[in-house]
């Protein structure tokens, strides 16, 4: 059918403007063109995943209301259709907004919900992901042995799977853990796996150990560290706030006001 053709074209050509260019706004223009065919033929499995698209999209704008309106509507048509798949995945999108919210508990509820559903259905990859994000909120809600259990569970499950990406993180997120209990040869210990398993994507861990370096008042390793973190990433505010500490505390104020106000 013509038609939907059309309409999974516009969703495909959506993803990429939006994951592939990060053109947002040529990426909703699509979205919104393909969810018009898509309601035009009564496609609700067509229907749902393209306003969880479009609910993501507005996410990475930090329009945070949008998002919600959008995944929530997605949410209702795959209840009504019984999509396990997609009611997992968009509970568990609709917890990462408000997460950004910082609505912990808000976000803890919809994980929570997410990860019943991909348990019954032993979606050990959808599994593996809701823990992490779960020992996530947990730390956040400074209830860090709960964390600790549901970190150490995600990291067991990823590397039953073989995913390095997903090994890193948490082990980069069990050493936060361990820093906020003041356990730093255990929190070193996780980062130095970390950057073992994955030197690539390890700029999350750079920032965590800058910050363990600056709690232990090793200002010079905290800087040198955290240099490495905007390397990757020069755009990222907190990683320029910790390092602007540490030079605050070295007493080289012009470097701190800089990298404060950069």
């Given at each position: 059918?013509?038609?939907k053709?059309m309409?999974n074209?516009?969703?495909t050509i959506?993803v990429?403007?939006?994951?592939?260019?990060s053109d947002?706004?040529?990426?909703?223009e699509?979205?919104l063109?393909?969810l018009?065919?898509?309601?035009?033929l009564g496609?609700?499995?067509?229907t749902?995943?393209?306003l969880s698209?479009?609910?993501v999209?507005?996410w990475?704008?930090s329009?945070?209301?949008k998002?919600?309106?959008?995944?929530?509507?997605?949410?209702k048509?795959?209840e009504?259709?019984?999509n396990?798949?997609?009611?997992?995945?968009t509970?568990?999108?609709i917890?990462?907004?408000?997460?950004?919210q910082?609505?912990?508990?808000?976000?803890l509820?919809?994980?929570?919900?997410?990860?019943?559903?991909?348990?019954a259905?032993?979606n050990?990859?959808g599994?593996?992901?809701?823990l992490?994000?779960?020992g996530?909120l947990y730390?956040?809600l400074?209830?860090?042995?709960?964390a600790?259990e549901?970190?150490?569970?995600?990291?067991?499950?990823?590397?039953?799977l073989g995913?390095?990406?997903?090994?890193?993180?948490?082990l980069?997120?069990?050493?936060?853990?361990?820093?906020?209990?003041?356990?730093y040869?255990d929190?070193?210990e996780?980062y130095?796996k970390?950057?073992?398993v994955?030197?690539?994507?390890?700029?999350?861990?750079?920032y965590k150990?800058?910050w363990?370096y600056n709690?232990l008042?090793?200002?010079?390793?905290?800087?040198?560290?955290?240099m490495?973190?905007?390397?990757?990433?020069?755009?990222n505010s907190?990683?320029?706030e910790?390092?602007g500490?540490?030079?605050?505390?070295?007493e080289q104020y012009?470097?701190?006001?800089t990298?404060?106000?950069?």
């Amino acid at each position: 059918n013509w038609k939907k053709g059309m309409a999974n074209a516009n969703r495909t050509i959506g993803v990429n403007y939006s994951y592939g260019k990060s053109d947002y706004q040529g990426s909703l223009e699509y979205y919104l063109k393909g969810l018009k065919l898509f309601e035009e033929l009564g496609d609700k499995g067509g229907t749902a995943k393209i306003l969880s698209n479009i609910g993501v999209v507005y996410w990475y704008q930090s329009d945070y209301p949008k998002a919600l309106k959008y995944l929530f509507d997605a949410l209702k048509i795959d209840e009504e259709t019984g999509n396990k798949d997609g009611i997992a995945g968009t509970l568990s999108n609709i917890g990462i907004v408000y997460n950004s919210q910082e609505n912990y508990p808000k976000a803890l509820e919809y994980m929570l919900k997410a990860n019943k559903i991909d348990e019954a259905a032993g979606n050990k990859s959808g599994i593996a992901s809701n823990l992490g994000n779960i020992g996530e909120l947990y730390r956040r809600l400074s209830d860090l042995d709960k964390a600790l259990e549901y970190d150490l569970k995600a990291l067991h499950l990823y590397e039953e799977l073989g995913n390095k990406n997903g090994i890193a993180r948490n082990l980069g997120n069990i050493g936060a853990i361990y820093t906020e209990k003041r356990n730093y040869a255990d929190a070193l210990e996780y980062y130095e796996k970390a950057l073992k398993v994955d030197e690539e994507g390890s700029e999350d861990v750079y920032y965590k150990l800058g910050w363990l370096y600056n709690d232990l008042e090793k200002y010079d390793d905290a800087i040198k560290i955290l240099m490495k973190a905007i390397q990757v990433n020069s755009e990222n505010s907190g990683y320029r706030e910790e390092l602007g500490f540490a030079y605050y505390k070295k007493e080289q104020y012009e470097f701190a006001i800089t990298q404060l106000n950069k």
